[in-house]
């Protein structure tokens, strides 16, 4: 079975950080992506609007490097759940886990990010994987 969807797509807000009651960091945000085409001469557009849940270190991360416009590219996995709102009403809402991410377009804070993650990912003890 394979559950696994990769988008590249621009924030539609800034990122919401909090934490779970436990103290586990956790990031809402939501992408769009846009379609492009042209049919009988006419160019059209379709914009779609993902929903995605970033857990621990990159809930931070994205919180601290990216802001409303910022592109991103992730992989994760679809993920439906049930609750009930403010008002009594059940809910389904389909979501995006993201498992692994790459800030795009450059600038300051993404090179920023790069040396900190590089910093993250691999401490000064860690041993030679070969």
């Known amino acids: 079975m394979l559950n696994k969807v990769m988008l590249i797509g621009n924030l539609g807000s800034d990122p919401e950080l909090r934490q779970t009651d436990s103290g586990i960091a956790v990031c809402n945000l939501s992408i769009a992506t846009t379609d492009r085409w042209t049919e009988d001469g006419e160019k059209k557009e379709r914009t779609e609007w993902h929903r995605l849940?970033?857990?621990?270190?990159?809930?931070?991360?994205?919180?601290?490097?990216?802001?409303?416009?910022?592109?991103?590219?992730?992989?994760?996995?679809?993920?439906?759940?049930?609750?009930?709102?403010?008002?009594?009403?059940?809910?389904?809402?389909?979501?995006?886990?993201?498992?692994?991410?790459?800030?795009?377009?450059?600038?300051?804070?993404?090179?920023?990010?790069?040396?900190?993650?590089?910093?993250?990912?691999?401490?000064d003890d860690a041993p030679i994987p070969f």
């Not at 919180?63 to 059940?90: C, D, H």
């Open 53 to 123: 849940v970033f857990w621990r270190r990159n809930a931070e991360i994205v919180a601290e490097y990216l802001t409303k416009g910022s592109k991103i590219w992730i992989e994760g996995k679809l993920q439906t759940r049930s609750f009930t709102n403010n008002q009594g009403v059940e809910k389904t809402q389909t979501e995006i886990v993201v498992k692994d991410m790459q800030m795009l377009g450059g600038g300051g804070d993404a090179n920023a990010y790069r040396e900190a993650s590089q910093t993250v990912s691999k401490p």
